[in-house]
């Protein structure tokens, strides 16, 4: 069984559902849907799969709406610059290798405390950083 199959059966251990993971899943939603409904596949599985291995989606804890959305992002850009219509190792090797998948990345453009804000967790919010 593959990452896509154990995310959406939510069978995937909660170990394995690293910071990569996230990434990886997230660039195949939206290498094969159109990215709205990449981004509802993502979203909502996200919330499921947190629920599933004893997680809650609250306020302070859970699915964070800015940070997935913000990286949604990222994820649709690399796909749309690169013209990746494949799901190949070569391109997942590639794609991890990108600034944007490191932890920190998004500090450039939020400050952390507005970032980890219940308003930034429950709703989209745009940065509050002028990034250069």
Known sequence: ???IEKFE???LPK????????FVMALWYCIHYPLPE???KICNGIKRYNESVGGENTDESGYHETITLFYIGRVADYVITNRVSVFTEEVVG???EQDFVG???MLRF????????KEARLRWKAPDKTYM
Request: proline share 0%; hydrophobic share 30%.
């Open 103 to 105: 932890k920190e990345y």
């Open 94 to 96: 590639d794609f991890l």
């Open 1 to 3: 069984m593959n990452l």
């Open 15 to 22: 170990a394995e559902w690293t910071h990569e993971k996230h």
């Open 110 to 117: 939020y400050s952390r405390e507005y970032l980890m804000s």
């Open 9 to 11: 059966t939510c069978t």
């Open 38 to 40: 990449a981004v509802d």
